[in-house]
């Protein structure tokens, strides 16, 4: 580790974390003038994958819990989009929730499926509204506005 200078003094020693992904962080320690980070690193990858596979794959009967959560992974990481659609779709296909037709509108658009993306998005948003959440119906309409326009 090599300590650097800081911008702006820290008064109190303080520790923190920035740079979260899936497998890692930095860890920021700061006090006056001086700031050390130390990336750490995990394997969360091979764990995950065996928890879907146990409880997604080779289980017919997954809740729809499990089946969103094995999308919403996989959407993260950025792996087979198109399963994660299936899962999705079970997932909310009796009783959906906006904030998952909002992870489904953002799975949908990065399938380039824009049309299917927008009625998701608004679809969320009605449920949102119904439900009094103010975030996720901006949330939907920044999604929307930002799909490419049909020419």
């Known amino acids: ?16 974390f920035s740079d979260l ?20 690193e995990t394997e969360v990858d091979s764990k995950i994958m065996a928890q879907i596979q146990e409880k997604v794959i080779n289980n017919a009967s997954a809740s729809n819990d499990d089946m969103y959560a094995a999308a919403l992974y996989y959407l993260d990481a950025n792996k087979d ?8 779709n079970k997932a909310t296909e009796k009783d959906p929730k906006f904030w998952q037709l909002h992870q489904k509108a953002k799975l949908q658009a990065k399938l380039k499926d824009y049309k ?3 009625a998701s998005a ?7 509204k119904t439900a009094k959440n103010d975030d996720y119906v901006r949330m939907n309409e920044q999604l929307i506005a930002g799909l490419p326009k049909a020419k």
């Open 81 to 88: 989009l198109n399963q994660a659609l299936t899962w999705m």
């Open 21 to 40: 992904t899936t497998n890692g962080a930095n860890l920021n320690i700061k006090w006056e003038n001086t700031k050390i980070t130390l990336k750490l």
């Open 1 to 16: 580790m090599k300590p650097a200078k800081t911008a702006t003094p820290y008064e109190t020693f303080t520790i923190d």
């Open 116 to 118: 299917g993306a927008e």
């Open 122 to 128: 608004r679809k969320s948003i009605e449920l949102a």
